[in-house]
């Protein structure tokens, strides 16, 4: 994919990087030389120009790339004349935004941008998700609200059928499956080996040693762990 990234600050000269290193042809453009000379060696063009000059643009290959990546930090309003440029020129393009504000946000959104990131915030939020789940072996995020993680399970469900711990009751949480050791026995020796059970039912029994692989919102998951922590240790 070809790709225009504009504003080559922390945010834009990592995402070009990263970019590059997975087999993206990147063209990077900040109006600072410094940014652009440290740039010049790791990917495939860079090169200095006032983003907000609209007749600039005509020396870019910007009619071949296939998205277009405002990622100027510094200056709000350069960053909106950047995408309203993008936007009137460049019908083809598609626009991703970095946004600064919730007026910046709003912007963006009256100019149909959809495509709208905010690297400090989405920072900070996967931060907090992390130490938030931090007795969980893993955890998806299925959207800003809920996730699906894994956590052991706690001493007291051992011997139980799901029906009766009651997780819908009591944390607003289900149970979408369950990892289990499997004990293989082999040349006199055991080995054990993880395994999906697979779709559960109430009577499904629960045995020491479980994986729960769990749903629910971020809230309730994390009430969950808090509330057993201490009756499994939760760590590989």
């Known amino acids: 994919m070809k790709i225009i990234i ?15 290193d997975n087999g993206h042809e990147v063209f990077g453009i900040d109006n600072k030389i410094e940014k652009v000379d440290s740039l010049k060696d790791h990917i495939a ?3 200095c120009m006032d983003a907000n000059n609209e007749e600039a643009y005509k020396m870019l290959p910007i009619n071949q790339a296939n998205l277009g990546i405002v990622a100027i930090g510094e200056n709000e309003g350069s960053s909106i004349v950047t995408t309203a440029i993008l936007k009137k020129n460049y019908k083809h393009l598609k626009i991703i935004s970095r946004s600064l504000s919730k007026i910046h946000d709003t912007i963006l959104n009256a100019m149909g941008i959809k495509n709208v990131v905010h690297p400090e915030q989405d920072a900070a939020f996967r931060l907090t998700r992390q130490l938030s ?5 893993d955890y998806f995020q299925v959207d800003n609200k809920h996730s699906i993680a894994e956590v052991f399970s706690p001493f007291s469900f051992s011997g139980k059928m799901v029906k009766n711990i009651k997780l819908i009751q009591k944390y607003s949480i289900s149970i979408i499956t369950i990892i289990r050791d499997k004990i293989k026995i082999s040349s ?3 080995n ?3 395994n999906v059970i697979g779709l559960i039912t109430g009577k499904t029994l629960l045995q020491d040693g479980d994986i729960l692989t769990i749903f ?3 809230k309730s998951i994390i009430n969950f762990i808090k509330d057993n922590k201490d009756n499994r240790l939760v760590s590989l």
């Open 6 to 20: 504009i504003g080559l600050g922390n945010f834009g000269r990592a995402l070009a990087l990263s970019l590059t």
């Open 45 to 47: 063009n860079v090169i």
């Open 133 to 137: 789940f931090d007795y969980a072996l």
């Open 188 to 190: 006199n020796k055991n």
């Open 192 to 194: 054990s080996t993880k």
């Open 216 to 218: 629910g919102s971020n």
